[in-house]
């Protein structure tokens, strides 16, 4: 077993849990990845045809290209490019969820993640949820890109802020992604 996996269950009155949808930030794309999706699932395939004709007047590339794998192999790697499309297929996700009954309580997010569960929720129109998608990835790969470095770290938030004392006002910490506890993380 992983030292950093946990495991157990939930106890209670027996009756079934609330559903939590939770989705990503950038890092668990891959080329290709929505191929087998878009070939077999009518519903995931005209979410994301919504989901491309909502980016198109943001974007200069093709959604279904970088989900089926057929766009330049360097493409994916661009954050503006990456966070669209893996909005796109959590989207479409969703919407194949829900046509197999699966509706759930509550979304969230962290990241472009956060994006989709609004747009999910009904909190975002696809329309608005795509332009802030698509807009706020391009202002990270064109305006904030280059003018800082961030690294991970397994500290807790006081222990890393102890260490970044001397460089005040210089370094800080940006996130605290899950507790340290007793040394180790949980």
Do not use: K, Y
Request: charged share 20%; proline share 4%; with cysteine.
């Amino acid at each position: 077993m992983t030292p950093n996996l946990t495991t157990g269950s939930v106890t209670g009155s027996g009756a079934p849990g609330r559903l939590v949808l939770v989705f990503p930030g950038q890092g668990a794309q891959w080329a290709g990845m929505g191929r087998t999706l878009l070939e077999g699932s009518a519903v995931f395939r005209a979410r994301i045809d919504e989901c491309a004709r909502a980016l198109r007047p943001w974007v200069d590339w093709s959604l279904t290209d970088v989900l089926r794998g057929e766009a330049d192999e360097q493409t994916l790697g661009r954050v503006d490019v990456v966070q669209p499309a893996s909005f796109a297929m959590m989207v479409g996700l969703a919407a194949l969820w829900e046509s197999l009954g699966v509706r759930p309580d509550a979304v969230v997010g962290h990241s472009q993640g956060e994006i989709a569960a609004a747009c999910v929720a009904g909190v975002l129109s696809l329309a608005d949820a795509a332009r802030i998608v698509a807009v706020r990835s391009q202002a990270i790969a064109t305006t904030l890109s280059g003018r800082g470095g961030m690294a991970s770290v397994m500290l807790g938030a006081d222990e890393a802020n102890d260490r970044l004392a001397a460089w005040a006002g210089r370094l800080e910490v940006a996130v605290v992604n899950m507790p340290v506890l007793g040394g180790r993380r949980r």
